[in-house]
C-alpha cells in the first residue's frame, strides 16, 4: 500500500493544477512566485542547473512531495525562452533499494555533458535522511532528457567525497569540475566518471551551495552560509585560477535582504550578440511544502571586475535571447487594494496599515471575482508568515487552478507573492484561505528553525485584463 500511494504521489506530483487548454505563453521570469509547465503542474526544480543544446535550454532539480524530504526523483524540464517550460521526464526516478531507494535524500542534481564521450552525466549528494551518509554520487544517460542510470559514489583515489553541497562547473576547454561546500574544486577525469585531482581544498567554514561562473580572466565562486534552509547573505570570491588563492569578497546581495531571500543553486551564463548576461540562480526552499510553494528567484548579476552584485531585485525581467540584454519588466494590470469593497472577507483579518491586511486565523479567507486573464496577489512577507493555499474558478464555477503559497521570510518585504499562468478571458473568482501552518526545519543539532506564526498578509490583488 505504501508503495502504491507512492506511485501516485510520483504520478499527481502536486496539488497545483491549471487547465492545459487555458494556459497561454508567459513573457516574463516572475522571481518568488510558483512556476507551472505546459500541463499546468508546478515546476519541481530546486537544487537545479541549466545546460544549452541546440537552441534549448535544460534544466534539472529536485523532485519532490508535500509530504516529507524522501528522495522521489530529478526532474527535467525544457524551455527556448526560460519563461515557458515543458515537463520532459523524470530524468532519474527513485530507486528500488540502495542509496537512493526508499527513505533516503537525493539533493543538488547538476548535469553536464562530456566533451570526449558525447554523454551526460549527471552529479548529485545522496544521503540518509537523517544527513549520516553524505556523499557525491553520479548517473549517466546517453540522451539529455534521460532516463539517467545511477552508478553510486564518484570516487577520488578509491573512495567517495563524503561531503553534502555539491555543484559543477564546466570551463571554456572543456573542463569538467565538481565543487564541495567549503571550497573544494575536484577536477574531473576525461570521461568525467571519476577525479584525477583535487585542484582545491576547503578554504572556508560553512559555503554551502557552492556555484561558480568565469567571466574574462577572473572566476567567481559563490555559495551560501551554514544555516541549513534558512536563507542567509550569500558571499562569494574571486580568483584568477581555480586552483586560487580565493580572496573573500563579501555579499553580492544588499545586507540584510538574505539574498533577496534565497539561496546561491547556479549561475547560467546567457551569451548574445551585444552581451553575456549571467544569470543568478536562487532557491526559496520551503519545508515541507517543497513542491507547492518552494519557489525561485532568478536575477541578472551585475559583474564589473571583482565584483559581483544583485543592488536592485527585478519582480519580472526578460532577456533577450539574441542580443543577450536583461531588460526589467512592469506587469501592467489593474490594482484592487485590500480595502477595496469588492473583496470579501471571512474570518477575523486586521488592518496592520492603511493598505494592508492580516490573519492568522486557520481558516479565514477572503476572495474576489474579476475579468482577467492572469491575477496576481501582492503582500507581505513576514517572521511569523504561514501558508496560504489559493484557489481560481472560472465562469462556469470549475476550478482551474490550485496552488500553496509561502509568505514567511526573515527578512520582512512587500512582494508579488503569486502570479497565475495567462489564462483565456473570462470571469474568475479566487480565494485565499489560511491554512494554519508554517514553513519550518529541524537542524543536525536539533534546533527547530523557520516561521514564528502563521499570518497571512495581503496588500492588493493585481488583475491583468
Not at 500500500?1 to 497545483?16: P, S
Not at 588563492?245 to 563579501?250: N, S
Amino acid at each position: 500500500m505504501k508503495l502504491l500511494c507512492k506511485l501516485i504521489l510520483l504520478f499527481l506530483f502536486c496539488f497545483a493544477e491549471i487547465d492545459s487548454s487555458a494556459q497561454k505563453k508567459n513573457t516574463a521570469i516572475v522571481s518568488g512566485v510558483p512556476w507551472y509547465d505546459e500541463k499546468g503542474n508546478t515546476v519541481s526544480a530546486h537544487g537545479a542547473n541549466i545546460i544549452k543544446e541546440n537552441g534549448k535550454y535544460y534544466l534539472f532539480g529536485e523532485r519532490h512531495d508535500d509530504s516529507s524530504n524522501d528522495f522521489v526523483g530529478f526532474n527535467c524540464y525544457s524551455s527556448t525562452d526560460l519563461y515557458n517550460w515543458k515537463f520532459e521526464r523524470i530524468a532519474l526516478p527513485q530507486q528500488t533499494v540502495g542509496k537512493l531507494g526508499p527513505n533516503r535524500v537525493g539533493e543538488r542534481c547538476k548535469v553536464m555533458k562530456c566533451p570526449s564521450t558525447g554523454e551526460y552525466i549527471m552529479y548529485m549528494h545522496a544521503d540518509t535522511l537523517g544527513y549520516v551518509d553524505q556523499f557525491v554520487g553520479y548517473a549517466t544517460a546517453t540522451n539529455i532528457t534521460g532516463p539517467y542510470t545511477f552508478h553510486g559514489p564518484l570516487l577520488f583515489n578509491g573512495k567517495p567525497i563524503k561531503k553534502w553541497d555539491m555543484g559543477t562547473f564546466q570551463d571554456k576547454d572543456g573542463s569538467g569540475y565538481v565543487l564541495l561546500h567549503g571550497g573544494d574544486i575536484y577536477k574531473l577525469n576525461d570521461d568525467y566518471k571519476s577525479i584525477s585531482e583535487q585542484v582545491n581544498k576547503a578554504f572556508e567554514r560553512g559555503f554551502e551551495s557552492p556555484a561558480i561562473f568565469h567571466k574574462d580572466s577572473l572566476y567567481y565562486f559563490l555559495g551560501s552560509d551554514l544555516t541549513g534552509w534558512e536563507r542567509n547573505d550569500n558571499y562569494y570570491f574571486t580568483a584568477t585560477s581555480l586552483k586560487g588563492p580565493w580572496i573573500k569578497r563579501g555579499f553580492f546581495a544588499p545586507e540584510g535582504t538574505l539574498t533577496w531571500n534565497s539561496q546561491t543553486t547556479f549561475v547560467l551564463p546567457i551569451e548574445g550578440s551585444k552581451e553575456t548576461t549571467y544569470m543568478f540562480m536562487g532557491d526559496r526552499w520551503s519545508f515541507p511544502k517543497q513542491t507547492t510553494a518552494a519557489t525561485y528567484v532568478w536575477q541578472p548579476l551585475s559583474v564589473s571586475g571583482y565584483t559581483v552584485s544583485l543592488i536592485q531585485f527585478w519582480e519580472a525581467w526578460k532577456i533577450d535571447q539574441q542580443t543577450g540584454i536583461a531588460a526589467p519588466v512592469i506587469i501592467k494590470g489593474k490594482t484592487i487594494d485590500a480595502a477595496d469593497k469588492r473583496i470579501v472577507y471571512n474570518g477575523n483579518w486586521e488592518n496592520d496599515t492603511l493598505s494592508l491586511k492580516s490573519t492568522d486565523e486557520k481558516g479565514a479567507s477572503f476572495s474576489v471575482t474579476v475579468k482577467a486573464t492572469q491575477i496576481g496577489i501582492y503582500g507581505l512577507s513576514r517572521p511569523d508568515g504561514g501558508y496560504a493555499s489559493i484557489i481560481i474558478k472560472n465562469s462556469k464555477g470549475e476550478t482551474v487552478l490550485t496552488s500553496n503559497v509561502d509568505f514567511y521570510s526573515k527578512y520582512a518585504r512587500l512582494q508579488t507573492k503569486f502570479m497565475s499562468p495567462s489564462m483565456k478571458k473570462d470571469t474568475y473568482t479566487v480565494t485565499v484561505k489560511v491554512l494554519g501552518e508554517k514553513w519550518w526545519w529541524k537542524e543536525k543539532s536539533g534546533r527547530l528553525s523557520g516561521s514564528k506564526g502563521h499570518y497571512i498578509s495581503i496588500n492588493n490583488v493585481v488583475v491583468v485584463e
